[in-house]
C-alpha cells in the first residue's frame, strides 16, 4: 500500500468486485452456492478485496470500477452497482462513488482535458436521471430512471419532452 500510495498520482486501481459478490450471493441459480464460491476462495478474495481496498481508498489512491461484467450473475445493465459496492463496503460517500467513475474515468482515458467533468470546451457524456444519485444511486440501474443519455454533445437517448410536461418540469 505505502507503494501505490507514493505512485497515486501515477496509478489507479479498477477492481472488479461485483463478480466476487456475484458469485458468493447470487449464483446459486446458475449452481454455484455460497459453499461452492467459499471453497474456490471468493470469500477470502472478497474480505481481501474490501480490506486492501478501504485502505487504498483512505489514503487517496485512485480507486474507480473496473467491472467484470457480462456474465448471467452480472449482467451490462448493472455496471453501476458498483457504486453502490464503494459506499456501502468501501467507504466512498455517494459523490466519491460518483466521481470514481466520471472524473477518474476521464483521468484513466488519459483525457483529463476532454472528460469526467462538466466543464466548457469537455465532452459532453452526460446520463439525465429521473431523481438524485446521490440519495440513491440504485436509481442509476434503473432504466426508466435514465431520461436521456449524452455523449460527445449528441443525444444517444433524447428526453421526453411530453412526459416531463406531464410531471410539470418542463417549461
Do not use: C
Not at 7 to 33: H, Q, S, W
Not at 64 to 88: C, I, M, W
Not at 127 to 150: C, E, F, S, T, W
Request: hydrophobic letters at 45%; proline letters at 5%; zero cysteines.
Amino acid at each position: 500500500l505505502d507503494m501505490l500510495e507514493a505512485a497515486k498520482d501515477r496509478v489507479f486501481v479498477a477492481p472488479g468486485i461485483a463478480i466476487l459478490y456475484a458469485m458468493l450471493n447470487e449464483a446459486e441459480e446458475f449452481g454455484i452456492t455460497k459453499q461452492m464460491a467459499t471453497d474456490m476462495g471468493y470469500q477470502i478474495e472478497w474480505d481481501a478485496a474490501l480490506e486492501s481496498l478501504s485502505k487504498m481508498h483512505k489514503r487517496g489512491i485512485r480507486v474507480l470500477p473496473g467491472g467484470d461484467y457480462g456474465f448471467a450473475f452480472t449482467p451490462h445493465t448493472q455496471n453501476s452497482r458498483d457504486l453502490e459496492f464503494f459506499v456501502k463496503y468501501l467507504g466512498f460517500t455517494p459523490m466519491e462513488a460518483i466521481r470514481s467513475t466520471t472524473l477518474y474515468g476521464g483521468q484513466i482515458m488519459m483525457k483529463p482535458d476532454e472528460l469526467g467533468v462538466i466543464k466548457d470546451g469537455y465532452l459532453a457524456d452526460l446520463l439525465l436521471v429521473d431523481g438524485d444519485p446521490l440519495a440513491n444511486l440504485a436509481i442509476l440501474r434503473d432504466p426508466k430512471r435514465i431520461l436521456a443519455v449524452m455523449k460527445n454533445g449528441e443525444f444517444a437517448k433524447a428526453p421526453d419532452i411530453a412526459s416531463q410536461r406531464a410531471w410539470g418540469r418542463a417549461a
